[in-house]
């Protein structure tokens, strides 16, 4: 779990570093940080679940979407929404800096109680 975090971060901070991303006016249903933190949070660690579990490429994509789906169902936001919230964030490059930052502390806060027990 904590080594998809760091790829996906580190991912992010290379490609922010190199680009000049143009900036997208926010959209009238933009997902609030907060929300869109716990949402990649949940997200992560589903796909880590699924990808430690199946085998195949094509359970995988099945089975992530799927379960994608479940994740904004839970949070009451559609696809669109987070396609356009997604895209507003990555290019508000401080925005999407602290709502990675934000996951990947909640994400040690978790491993690190269960490492406790």
């Known amino acids: 779990m904590r080594k998809i975090g760091l790829?996906?971060?580190?991912?992010?901070?290379?490609?922010?570093?190199?680009?000049?991303?143009?900036e997208i006016p926010e959209p009238k249903n933009?997902?609030?940080?907060?929300?869109?933190?716990?949402?990649l949070e949940d997200l992560?660690?589903?796909?880590?679940?699924?990808?430690t579990g199946l085998p195949h490429i094509s359970q995988f994509q099945k089975s992530v979407k799927e379960s994608g789906d479940i994740v904004l169902k839970k949070y009451e936001v559609t696809y669109a929404q987070f396609k356009k919230s997604t895209e507003y964030y990555?290019?508000?490059?401080?925005?999407?800096?602290?709502?990675y930052n934000t996951v990947l502390e909640s994400m040690n806060k978790k491993l690190t109680k269960l490492q406790a027990e």
Do not use: P, Y
């Not at 790829?7 to 143009?22: A, M």
């Not at 933009?30 to 949402?39: N, P, R």
């Not at 992560?44 to 990808?51: A, L, R, T």
């Open 7 to 22: 790829i996906l971060i580190s991912f992010f901070f290379i490609f922010s570093c190199e680009l000049k991303l143009n």
């Open 30 to 39: 933009v997902i609030t940080e907060e929300k869109m933190a716990l949402i």
């Open 44 to 51: 992560m660690i589903i796909e880590n679940q699924i990808q």
């Open 90 to 99: 990555g290019s508000q490059q401080d925005k999407m800096k602290e709502i």
